[in-house]
């Protein structure tokens, strides 16, 4: 009797470990599928907003990273972090991120706009030289100003040339269709930077003498108000 009684509980036992181990996996099934509403701690679905999130994340990561020249390469680089995304979107993000273009090595490449400031293009004399060689330019000066004459239209290629250049001594440049403007703090950076530029090209269309601020008497002035001085 004893024994039999001893047996019952045994058995029940059993059988609750039985319900038990069949029912974990039951239990379990919401969490694995987020959808539960059960209470359980499974992982939901990304909302669109961590999505972008991530998406953006990533996008400043490669252009920081890599020459990312076009949306479509910007496309292909998240699709191949597992990203589906549409050029459309990507888009988008470029606006939001303020993302600008800017001219690095033989072609543009994106970059964030926080780090245009600090960025550090290449310089380099070798497309001033070929626009020097190319296109003739009249050299006068007003002041602490150089007028530059060119031909028509060439006078913002000649500044952003003059500004990837080594040419530092300039405070800037201002650019029309044919007239472009160097300006310069002091007269020793102006001279310095004289030197520098009639080395880099043939020899100018100017009259000589002229370097000092004295006007040539051979040549009338460049403009009204400014002097021709030689390259």
Do not use: C
């Not at 002041?143 to 031909?151: D, F, N, P, Q, Y």
């Not at 239209?153 to 044919?178: C, F, P, R, V, Y």
Request: net charge positive; glycine share 10%.
């Amino acid at each position: 009797m004893t024994g039999r009684r001893g047996g019952a509980p045994n058995a029940r036992a059993a059988a609750s470990s039985t319900i038990v181990a069949f029912a974990r996996p039951t239990a379990a099934a919401p969490s694995a599928t987020g959808n539960g509403a059960s209470g359980t701690s499974g992982l939901a679905p990304a909302s669109p907003a961590a999505l972008k999130t991530a998406r953006q994340r990533a996008i400043r990561e490669l252009v920081a990273r890599s020459a990312i020249g076009s949306q479509q390469d910007l496309v292909d680089a998240l699709r191949g972090r597992g990203m589906d995304v549409t050029q459309a979107t990507v888009s988008r993000d470029v606006a939001e991120l303020g993302l600008v273009k800017i001219s690095r090595a033989d072609r543009h490449v994106y970059i964030a706009a926080a780090d245009l400031a600090t960025a550090a293009p290449p310089t380099s004399d070798a497309l001033l030289g070929r626009l020097l060689a190319d296109i003739p330019v009249r050299v006068g000066r007003s002041g602490l100003i150089l007028v530059l004459t060119s031909a028509p239209g060439t006078a913002s290629s000649i500044a952003q040339a003059i500004d990837q250049s080594t040419l530092t001594d300039q405070e800037g440049t201002l650019a029309g269709d044919n007239t472009l403007l160097v300006l310069f703090a002091d007269e020793d950076r102006l001279e310095h930077w004289l030197t520098r530029f009639r080395a880099l090209g043939p020899a100018p269309d100017t009259a000589p003498g002229a370097a000092s601020g004295h006007p040539s008497s051979s040549r009338p002035p460049a403009s009204p108000g400014s002097q021709e001085v030689p390259r």
